[in-house]
């Protein structure tokens, strides 16, 4: 039979710290007190001041540095980046892959080889031919988007990007199945999603930053629009 726990005295006192890091007591860059002053504020010995420090560095809040002190590094614990996607609504991921492409269709604009041109070409290509079911069509126009931010060659905003893609892939399926009988290839592929895409890809190759950062601002707003 389970018991309930007793919580230790080093993760009463990391609470305790968090709680007061959170109400802005110390800001991000701060020196916290000493042991020797926090143990008394929160009633434990140093060791266990001690432990709950390493409880809050482990997590990202708090940074020990040798000789000078321990330092305030974030104002809350880090949350499960899977954990945020998956409980944020399908707008407010597409506003994160508006400021993410944006900057990635400028900078692949600027930075990139004939080889990203030639993929990009077949991904847009593969968005006609290569979606005949709606996840086909999600996965064939996820790659397409894929191959510009990877044009980038900026591994941060690929990263971000690769961590959209499940919770975007779900919700377009789910979107699209909502529509009208059809297949993708059909409807939302052609004219002029389609048009907007091979645009895109044009205004990277022809090295036009502010081109390609307005059209995939204006395509990726265009889904967000059709959501209301």
Same mark, same amino acid.
């Given at each position: /039979?389970? #018991?309930?726990?007793?919580?230790?005295?080093?993760? #009463?006192?990391?609470?305790?710290?968090?709680?007061?890091?959170?109400?802005?007591?110390?800001? %991000?860059?701060?020196?916290? $007190?000493?042991?020797?002053?926090?143990? $008394?504020?929160?009633?434990?010995?140093? +060791? @266990?001041?001690?432990?709950?420090?390493?409880?809050?560095?482990?997590?990202?809040?708090? *940074? @020990?540095? *040798?000789?000078?002190?321990?330092?305030? @590094?974030?104002?809350?614990?880090?949350?499960?980046?899977?954990?945020?996607l998956r409980q944020a609504d399908i707008a407010a991921v597409i506003e994160g892959r508006i400021a993410i492409e944006t900057e990635a269709a400028a900078l692949a604009a600027q930075r990139r080889t004939a080889s990203d %041109?030639?993929? /990009?070409?077949?991904?847009?290509? #593969?968005? %006609?031919?290569?979606?005949?079911?709606?996840?086909?069509?999600?996965?064939?126009?996820?790659? /397409?988007?894929?191959?510009?931010?990877?044009?980038?060659?900026?591994?941060?905003?690929?990263?971000?990007?690769?961590?959209?893609?499940?919770?975007?892939?779900?919700? /377009?399926?789910?979107?699209l199945n909502l529509q009208p009988a059809g297949t993708p290839c059909d409807s939302d592929a052609s004219g002029n999603d389609q048009e907007a895409h091979a645009a895109l890809v044009q205004a990277i190759a022809d090295r036009? $930053?502010?081109?390609?950062?307005?059209? +995939?601002?204006?395509?990726?707003? +265009?889904?967000?629009?059709?959501?209301?």
């Open positions: /039979m389970k #018991q309930v726990q007793r919580t230790s005295l080093a993760d #009463q006192a990391a609470r305790l710290l968090l709680e007061r890091i959170r109400s802005g007591e110390w800001q %991000i860059g701060a020196k916290l $007190p000493g042991e020797t002053t926090l143990g $008394p504020q929160l009633g434990v010995g140093r +060791s @266990t001041v001690r432990e709950a420090i390493r409880q809050l560095a482990g997590r990202g809040v708090l *940074q @020990t540095r *040798q000789g000078a002190g321990v330092f305030v @590094t974030a104002l809350d614990v880090r949350e499960d980046w899977d954990v945020v %041109i030639r993929a /990009m070409r077949r991904a847009l290509a #593969q968005r %006609i031919t290569g979606g005949q079911t709606i996840e086909e069509y999600v996965d064939t126009d996820m790659a /397409m988007h894929r191959t510009v931010v990877a044009a980038a060659h900026n591994n941060v905003l690929l990263e971000l990007f690769d961590g959209f893609v499940p919770r975007v892939r779900q919700a /377009m399926i789910d979107m036009e $930053p502010t081109a390609a950062a307005q059209l +995939s601002r204006a395509h990726l707003a +265009s889904l967000k629009a059709a959501l209301a």
